[in-house]
């Protein structure tokens, strides 16, 4: 480039910026002729530096151009002063971002004197330009230095208004920068408590599913009446039962992602789903399935709720779980957040029987219906239990269509031989066969194509066509014919065929495809792993003849159907019968790996590279053990490993710590014993040719970091052969105390292990009435744990005591011991007789029982004055309640005492939980005060009618006006602490409780309308105005039931409120920190654009304001809600109206 393109080349830059700024100005808004004349002046100014820079280009004068030029761009000439004007004007003008830009659009930036200054600093610069057109470089620079001090004197008073009138903007900026790195923060949080709560939201499974689904099947079921009603009605449930291979999971994901599509910019609407998997039902408990559907509605509101928020904050520091009570509780108050919450739930029929998770969580989801007006869509097996149970509902029977089919067909039929390709009469051929053969079935036009690849011919292809299995057979068959196919290959592809196989049917959970790669890449005998032993994917699935598939999404190595699994786990010992032994044999010779020699980690970022450089470490650690005892014959592997204490503390870390649910700030480096020896390894899985070998050489009484020795873990995990052979050695002690006090007893008493029960009591050298260190027996712990033999067992010993006349509710010790909060552990450490502990797990017949034994006190009090009624009550259960009163013991009318829960009766917890047949028994004893009030400390003065009506139970509220004995406009009188809500346990219908409202931590002087009102029960709101509840009921700080509900943008309620005839719709409230504060105030600030436009209707001042001057467009700026921000301008709110520290809307 020659030096004149280069002196030019600052010309040119002056141009462009100038350009930009035109193209800004035009953008701008208002201001109509200033914008207009700034404009011109800037094209006026571009038009003499494009001839500038056209005759520097075509004069011969060179040298004298770039003089010229130099003059321009020197230290204070003209291109410089422009380029710096031209920069500010930008700045001004430049577009912004959210309601920064919705705030630019509305103001003309510059004010009249701003203006003036731009144009003679412009005019002045614009003159020296025409000077420079005479190529004059001595005229110029003499010009230049005349005027130097006066233009730059002048540029520098420009440069200085503007940045006057922009120190709002400066502020503004800093505030907007401070509230990125806020809001980034807060993201921060959002996830790391998401994934707290549980890390499964069940979106990869559906991706998964949906790749799998051959385009444009599944319509019928979208276009169906009952699929439309359903999407239609409230509170509806669709039930679609179909036999297995119907392809009720891809029709599920179907369902799924129309649901997501259809509510994607739906923010009132929730949406959230689960898949039940048999290969998963040990850690899909009912309250890991509820957690996912609490994390899903949670992850897809607005913001993190806080009912979410306090249960964190409730457990992170104590490092425990939430209990499912509280999770439900929680899912409650969330799902209480949309107006409409649609549910799916896939193979409901492979949720866990046993233990009664499958009741448990049946139970809860239908009290979620019931309370919060949620859709169910559900698919299971036509299993008679399941079926009962939604009688009531819609069904609509789930079969593969032939139009389905046919698109699968056409959609696969490549894989078929060339021949077959180069036929359309054979591939009809092949399609109609199958169709018939498949007869609803999905899953076995896959398996029936798939067994026609390797056909020769086209009468080879002809003779399966015709014996094509159908019926109840056919998928016996179809496995039948895959492994057969299997087992005709060579031999490496069948070995590695089979070992998959055995693999993926016998693993305690399902594998990664990585997890498995390891270990089919594992050398007996070996310490180390060879990464080139590792068999590639793609040939483990292809070498198991289509028996086997990978999701995608989570690359879960698995079988290809549940039915498969059903077959494999009939038929494996024919196929693999040293599966167990060859799997205890790989998971010993895994652990023993030279790696693993130096013990558990320190650091949980080297236990994370363990975990990431050995893959499968987690599952050996956590199961050889259950091979080992399922196993054939000893594993020599297996005594090794045990015999190196390194490596047995190495796999301890991850025995006793699942990743998948540790704890956030946990961490991996506590929560597993110390000293935990191979001794205590094999008690803890049973594995007895272990123990006989440690008893001959090692102190059956060894103690691990917690004082529990190996008759502890045989016995909590109920291997009564291992603890019969322990309590055959002399010096074993069945009665020791570990850390927690508690005696191996009372691990067995709490795991109902009969057995073993009677193992110990039989010695006759355990105390039955020992006490751990929160004073609970083993009665105790089987009675809450519903162990009913166990119960009995132990009833029948003699000297068995349920220590119920032992308990004093006023030792002191119990509060040091527990605190003042029941349900701070969920009652765990609860200083309760057995029959409390019955009677909230909802035993009947252990409570009949323990009644029966004529030595149990009917009314023990806790440290916190609770009693079982209390207990029975507060979890609905009907019959147990009436059993309790019908013994004419028990004090109906009963008040607790704890700080949290103090002068709450048990009508009070009926009422807020829903259970109208209990309030019903509690009202028809005539002992009960129907308007009795709370006299703690926290929260006095509510009574059963406001709690009932806080939580929507609008039978409870019906049932106690009809009392008439109650006031519709009681008040509370306390204060309630925001810090402690998560502590306090109202209830609801389905039993578990119910966060009290976190928006406000003032709760002086409400009623039974205002907390109604606040939750957006418009059911309960109606019926309390219909009988004479005040609307305008003020409590000490002026907040109405109109204030509280605008706050919460429960725009129903608020509707309702505003046709009540005299209604305060204006209504300001009145303590020191909200003064003045309106509904439309609130509403702005919660950001609901419908209760603003509600509000605006009735004619309320858009432009009202606060004590602090602020309106409820700079609450809505504040917040940042753009589209309450539109709203409130369109009913005329002012821009520029300053707060008391003269920040306007703009400002922000």
Known sequence: MDSLSTTTASVIAVVQLSSKVVKYINSAKGATQERKSLREELRACERILQQLIDEADDSEEGQAWSNTIEALEAPGAPLGRLWVTLSEVKERLQPQEGIRKTLARLKWPFNEKEIKEIYGTIEREKSLLQLALTNNSRQLLQEIKITSDENNKQLTKLVQAIKATSQAALHDGLDWLQRQNDERGRVGERLAILSWLTPEDYAAQKSDFLSRRQAGTGRWLLDSPEFKKWLELEKETLLCPGIPGAGKTILTSIVIEELLNRFRDDRKTGVAYLYCDFRRQDEQTPGSLFASLLRQLAQNHSSLPDCLKLLHERHKDRQTRPLFEEVTMALHSTAGLYSRVFVVIDALDECRVMGGYRDKFLSAILALQAECGVNLFVTSRPIPGIIEVFDRSTTFEILASEYDVRRFLDGNISHLPSFVQRSSDLQEEVKAAIVIAVDGMFLLAKLHLESLVGKRSVKALRTALAKLPTGSEAYDCAYNDAMKRIEGQVHDQEELAKQVISWITRARRQLTTTELQHALAVEVGKVALDKDN?????????????????????????????????????????????????????????????????????????????????????????????????????????????RSNSKVEASSQALFIDRRKITAGRGYCGGFPAHFRGFHQAAYFGVDYAIKMFLNDEDPNVEDGNGRTPLYYSVSNGHDGVVKLLLETESVDPDSKDDDGRSPLSWAAMNGHEAVIKLLLGTGKVDPNSKDNYWRSPLAWAAANNHVAAVEILLATEGVDDESKKINPNDSRMSDLYGDDPWTFGGERSYRAPLSWAAEAGNEIIVKLLLETGLVEVEPKDQFGLTPLSYAVRKGYRAIVERLLATGKADPDSKATGKFVRGRTPLSFAAAQGSISVVQQLLDTGKVDPDSKTSGPYLPGRTPLSFAAENGQRAAVKLLLETRKVDVDSMSTGKYVPSLAPLIWVGNESGVGIELSSASGRAIG??????????????????????????????????????????QGREAVVELLLTVPGVKADQEATSDYDNGRTSLSLAAEGGCSATIRLLLSKGLDANSRDQQGRTPLLWAAMEGHDDVFQELLKAGAETDLPDEDGRTPLSW
């Open 1006 to 1047: 409400r009623t039974p309308l205002s907390w109604a009102a606040e939750a957006g029960k418009e059911a309960v709101v109606q019926l309390l105005l219909d009988n004479g509840a005040d609307v305008n009921s003020m409590d000490r700080n002026g907040w109405t039931p109109l204030l509280w509900a605008a706050s």
């Open 534 to 642: 590792l068999p590639q994917i793609d040939d483990m699935v292809s070498s198991c003849a289509g028996l086997v598939t990978v999701d995608k999404e989570s690359n879960v190595i698995r079988l290809v159907h549940f039915t498969a699994q059903e077959y494999f786990v009939r038929t494996w010992q024919q196929w693999f019968p040293h599966a167990e032994a060859d799997i205890t044999t790989i998971c010993c010779t895994y652990l023993s790996f030279e790696v693993f020699l130096t013990g558990p980690c320190k650091l949980s970022e080297e236990y994370e590279k363990r975990l990431q450089e050995n893959p499968l470490f987690e599952y050996t650690a956590q199961n050889w053990g259950s091979h080992a005892v399922n196993a054939e014959a000893p594993c020599q592997q297996a005594i090794d490993f045990l």
